[in-house]
C-alpha cells in the first residue's frame, strides 16, 4: 500500500510540475513582464464557458483564454491599444486625475498585435512604467492580432448578476475628473431602462442621417437624451444589453449574407465601401448599430453648452482619421447638479436630430 501511495505522490508533483511549466511557458511566450493567470473558476452566469470555446473564439477573434479575475469592482475601465504610445499616456494620465470616491476601481490596458503578431515597444514600456493610483492595474496582451472588433467586443465579459460598471476607452480619448461620478447617477437612473443600451461620455458627435452628418445638438432644456447610436469615445454598456449584443454577433458576424443595412444611416453605407476596400473590420460600430435598430435600442448622451462632455477625442492619425485633428470638445470642469436629478423619461431623437414623438 505504501508504494501505490508513494506513486499517488510522485504523479500528483509531476501533474503540478507539469502545469506550473506549461504556464510559465504561455506567460513568458506572450508577455516580458506581467500577465496574471487565475484558476478557471466563475459562476454559473459568467462567460467562462464560452471564452473556451473553440469555435466561440474562432468567431470573436478574442483573447478569450485569458482568465478574467473573480473580483468584481465597482468600476472597471478598459482602455484599448495598438501602437500610439503618446496618446495613451495622455489618456492613462487623465484616469489617474479623475474622481473615484473611494469605490474599488481596476484598470486593465488591453495590447493589440499587428497582423504579424508583434506588441508595439513603446506601448509596452509605457504601460509597464506607468503607474495608476486609485486601484489595481493590469496589462493584457493579446495572443494574437484582434483589430478593434476584438478589441471592443471581446474585454469585457460581464457576469448575468454583477453590478459592475465597466466603460470602454480607445487611446486617442481623455476623460474628465467627473466622468465616474455621471457613469454612477446614470447606471443606478437608467440601468432597468431595457430599451438603453449605454452610456456615452462624449460631448460631440455626429448626425448619422445620410443627406446630414452636421454635429448632433440635444434638445433644448434636455441635460440628457437617447440617440439610436453608439458613442465609442468613451463608452459604459449597460450590462444586460451589452450581453445580449454579444451573444449575437457571435453568429451574426459569420453570417455573409448580413449586409447591416439600416435606412437612412450613413454608417451603412461607410460598410458597404469600406467592405469593398477590405478594410471594413475597422468598423466595428455598424455592428452595434445594428443590433440596436433590429431591437430599438438608443445610447443615453449628454447635452451641455459647447458640447462640453465627459471625454473629448483627439482625433489622432489611425483607422479613422488621416490626419491629427486636435481635440473634439472640452470636457466638464466643473459639476452640474442636473446629473444628480435626471429625467425619468428622456428625450429620444431620430438619426437626423429630431425630436421623436
Given at each position: 500500500m505504501s508504494n501505490i501511495a508513494n506513486m499517488k505522490v510522485s504523479l500528483n508533483i509531476a501533474l503540478v510540475s507539469f502545469t506550473m511549466?506549461?504556464?510559465?511557458?504561455?506567460?513568458h511566450r506572450f508577455w516580458k513582464d506581467k500577465l496574471t493567470y487565475s484558476n478557471i473558476q466563475d459562476s454559473q452566469n459568467s462567460y467562462v464557458s464560452r471564452r473556451l470555446d473553440p469555435l466561440y473564439c474562432k468567431r470573436m477573434q478574442g483573447n478569450f483564454l485569458r482568465i478574467h479575475d473573480n473580483k468584481t469592482y465597482n468600476l472597471r475601465i478598459i482602455v484599448i491599444v495598438f501602437d500610439r504610445y503618446e496618446s495613451l499616456l495622455r489618456l492613462l494620465r487623465s484616469l489617474n486625475q479623475a474622481i473615484y470616491d473611494g469605490d474599488t476601481v481596476k484598470l486593465e490596458v488591453w495590447i493589440d498585435r499587428s497582423e504579424q503578431g508583434v506588441l508595439d515597444e513603446a506601448v509596452v514600456n509605457t504601460t509597464n512604467t506607468f503607474s495608476f493610483q486609485h486601484g489595481d492595474y493590469e496589462v493584457i496582451p493579446?495572443?494574437?492580432?484582434?483589430?478593434?472588433?476584438?478589441?471592443?467586443?471581446?474585454?469585457?465579459?460581464?457576469?448575468?448578476?454583477?453590478?459592475e460598471i465597466a466603460v470602454i476607452c480607445e487611446d486617442d480619448i481623455t476623460v474628465s475628473i467627473y466622468f465616474y461620478k455621471y457613469l454612477k447617477y446614470v447606471h443606478k437612473k437608467y440601468d432597468?431602462?431595457?430599451?438603453?443600451?449605454?452610456?456615452?461620455?462624449?460631448?460631440?458627435?455626429?448626425?448619422?442621417?445620410?443627406?446630414?452628418?452636421?454635429?448632433?445638438?440635444?434638445?433644448?432644456?434636455?441635460?440628457?437624451?437617447?440617440?439610436?447610436?453608439?458613442?465609442?469615445?468613451?463608452?459604459?454598456?449597460?450590462?444586460?444589453?451589452?450581453?445580449?449584443?454579444?451573444?449575437?454577433?457571435?453568429?451574426?458576424?459569420?453570417?455573409?449574407?448580413?449586409?447591416?443595412?439600416?435606412?437612412?444611416?450613413?454608417?451603412?453605407k461607410w460598410y458597404i465601401q469600406f467592405k469593398k476596400k477590405g478594410s471594413h473590420k475597422s468598423l466595428w460600430t455598424i455592428w452595434h448599430m445594428y443590433h440596436a435598430f433590429i431591437n430599438s435600442e438608443f445610447t443615453l448622451y449628454t447635452n451641455l453648452p459647447g458640447h462640453i462632455g465627459l471625454s473629448t477625442n483627439w482625433r489622432e492619425?489611425?483607422?479613422?482619421?488621416?490626419?491629427?485633428?486636435?481635440?473634439?470638445?472640452?470636457?466638464l470642469q466643473v459639476w452640474r447638479q442636473e446629473f444628480e436629478d435626471l429625467p425619468t423619461k428622456p428625450v429620444h431623437v431620430d438619426i437626423s436630430g429630431k425630436v421623436i414623438q
Open positions: 511549466v506549461l504556464l510559465i511557458s504561455v506567460k493579446h495572443f494574437e492580432h484582434v483589430g478593434l472588433h476584438g478589441q471592443w467586443i471581446s474585454t469585457w465579459m460581464p457576469k448575468r448578476n454583477s453590478s432597468n431602462y431595457s430599451e438603453i443600451n449605454g452610456y456615452a461620455l462624449q460631448g460631440y458627435s455626429m448626425k448619422h442621417h445620410v443627406k446630414n452628418t452636421s454635429p448632433l445638438v440635444g434638445p433644448n432644456g434636455s441635460i440628457v437624451f437617447l440617440y439610436p447610436v453608439v458613442g465609442s469615445w468613451g463608452f459604459s454598456p449597460s450590462r444586460d444589453n451589452w450581453i445580449h449584443f454579444q451573444d449575437w454577433y457571435t453568429s451574426a458576424c459569420n453570417d455573409d449574407t448580413n449586409d447591416l443595412f439600416i435606412p437612412n444611416n450613413i454608417a451603412s492619425q489611425g483607422l479613422h482619421f488621416k490626419n491629427f485633428g486636435g481635440k473634439t470638445n472640452e470636457l
